[in-house]
């Protein structure tokens, strides 16, 4: 997704077509190709988690199934001509930036021969994730039956009439649970820690709707900005003491504790179980109609109770109960810190920037990094949002970065690298706004760095991130010239509405 968005505004706004994308794997998506799960589906309203440049008025509801996403991301991608752009299941295993000729030199393997070399390039965009790598924790490595994570859905496999345990109730696992629990003969969920769910209160877009978005652009365009700003008021949910995000808390507090109390208003220990035992917001708020009313179902069972030993095919839960499983299915999120291995990425003077940050990621707005000129971030640390979608800040990040290169180009520039103490300028201040925030309440590990302090966040609404990105500030970089004839900009919208900023 960040990636297309890219290439796409790349020959959008500057005319660009002399760039490649890399793709480990055979198809655009991303996350949409690999999360092929039963009842995988969008959690944020579709029209603002697709690109502001290119709506799409045929989506059927308002959080729409993977299937749907994956194939505007496939259309998009063929309307924009970005196939022609990419270099399929071809892996980057290491970026070099090399001093005297100011490049980036990529590694690639195509993990289909085994054909490997190098690439250079003036500026790299990375754009390759964070949900990707799968989390597996270890224990489950015990485990004999059949098993898989969420996002690596084994399809050859029928569950009917099986014994499946599901391990994860946060966003993907309560999205699992009700699509698989009607075929399956028995289904086991584990969940260390309950999740606070509101109701999902899906829409559907019948054709009147259809034929509004389609043919009424002024209704589309307030429509989709009122998701946007009212999704992106909800930060107000995740401030720890101004009155408002208390007010706002308790309010959120009620509606989950309402459509709990509302499927099992007879069954206090039922509601205990599903009660989390961390603040709200503190984590992600996720939304489900159908995971409370599956788990009445005769052949669901909640596990709440911690998993103390794995013996073949059986899970053994601290209260003492045993389950003999068939199949074990791992909703445990993934893992964000590998997506940087040491030896990966190496920037100026040698400097492995990985080992540089000793566990405690450097950036500048989580987009710029020093020691790395002409690189650009895309969902780097501090950039993650938990209330709004990915896409608008892919879509910011993505503008500072074409803001750059038009000021790279305009004023003849060949290198620029975010200094130091901009970067420690934006984590001082990164850190006192996060202590603000109910992140650093309780901040799953997965944000946080090797320090505790939370580096997956930003702290404030998409609003105010567009705000602070608007702008590239020279004055924060280390900028060489370029030697020789001025190579001219590509002149379009782009360095004009600079200028004016
Ligand atoms: C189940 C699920 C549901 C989600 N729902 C939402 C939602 O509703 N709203 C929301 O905002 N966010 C959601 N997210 C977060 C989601 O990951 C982002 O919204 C978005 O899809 C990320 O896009 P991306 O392009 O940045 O990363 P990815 O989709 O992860 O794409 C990265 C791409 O880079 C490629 N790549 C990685 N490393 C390399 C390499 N070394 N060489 C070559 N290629 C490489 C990968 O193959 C992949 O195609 C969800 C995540 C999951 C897992």
């Known amino acids: 997704m960040s990636g297309l968005c890219a290439g796409i505004q790349l020959q959008r706004e500057l005319q660009l077509t002399t760039y490649t994308i890399f793709e480990l794997e055979s198809d655009v998506g991303g996350t949409w190709l690999s999360n092929t799960y039963p009842g995988c589906q969008s959690d944020a309203p579709v029209h603002i988690y697709s690109y502001s440049f290119a709506p799409n008025y045929e989506f059927s509801k308002k959080f729409v199934p993977q299937s749907e996403i994956q194939a505007y991301l496939r259309a998009t991608a063929k309307t924009y001509n ?4 990419i270099q399929f299941q071809t892996r980057i295993s290491s970026m070099r930036w090399h001093e005297g000729r100011n490049k980036w030199i990529l590694h690639w393997i195509k993990s289909t021969t085994g054909e490997e070399g190098y690439h250079d390039f003036d500026v790299v965009i990375h754009a390759a994730g964070v949900l990707r790598l799968p989390n597996i924790p270890k224990e489950f490595d015990a485990f004999e039956g059949k098993k898989w994570h969420s996002a690596r859905w084994d399809h050859s496999i029928d569950l009917t009439g099986k014994r499946v345990g599901v391990v994860g109730t946060c966003a993907s696992g309560i999205q699992i649970v009700p699509a698989i629990a009607d075929k399956v003969q028995s289904l086991e969920v584990y969940g260390r820690s309950a999740s606070y769910i509101t109701p999902q209160l899906n829409v559907t877009y019948n054709k009147a709707w259809r034929f509004l978005f389609q ?9 989709r900005a009122f998701w946007y700003y009212y999704i992106d008021s909800t930060i107000l949910l995740y401030h720890k003491l101004a009155w408002f995000s208390v007010f706002h808390r ?21 509601r205990r179980k599903l009660t989390p035992n961390y603040e709200l917001a503190s984590r992600r708020v996720v939304l489900s109609d159908d995971f409370y009313p599956v788990l009445k179902r005769p052949n669901v069972s909640l596990h709440q109770d911690e998993i103390v030993s794995i013996k073949g095919n059986t899970i053994e839960t601290s209260d003492g109960s045993t389950c003999e499983l068939d199949v074990l299915i791992l ?15 190496i920037g100026r003077s040698d400097i492995d920037i990985t080992k540089s940050w000793g566990g405690s990621p450097v950036t500048y707005y989580g987009t710029c990094v020093p020691h790395a000129p002409n690189f650009f971030l895309i969902w780097g640390p501090n950039s993650g949002v938990a209330h709004h979608t990915l896409t608008s800040i892919a879509e910011i990040q993505v503008m500072y970065t074409i803001r750059s290169l038009s000021y790279m180009m305009e004023q003849n520039i060949a ?17 006192q706004r996060l202590e603000r925030t109910m992140y650093t309440t309780k901040v799953l590990p997965k944000f946080t760095d090797g320090m505790g302090k939370c580096r997956g966040f930003w702290w404030g609404g998409v609003t105010e991130f567009w705000w602070c990105m608007r702008k590239v500030h020279p004055e924060r970089f280390h900028v060489s010239k370029r030697d020789g ?16 900023d």
């Open 82 to 85: 970005i196939y022609d752009k």
């Open 485 to 500: 004839v001025l190579k001219k900009p590509y002149l379009n919208g782009s360095v004009e509405r600079f200028k004016e």
């Open 250 to 270: 308790a309010i959120v507090y009620f509606v989950t504790w309402f459509h709990r109390f509302r499927q099992f208003p007879l069954d206090p220990e039922m």
């Open 215 to 223: 043919y009424a652009p002024l209704f589309y365009t307030i429509y």
């Open 415 to 431: 290198t620029m690298e975010v200094k130091q103490e901009a970067a420690q300028e934006f984590l001082k201040y990164a850190d």
């Open 331 to 345: 909703a445990t999120g993934f893992d964000w810190i590998s997506n940087f291995p040491e030896g990966y990425w």
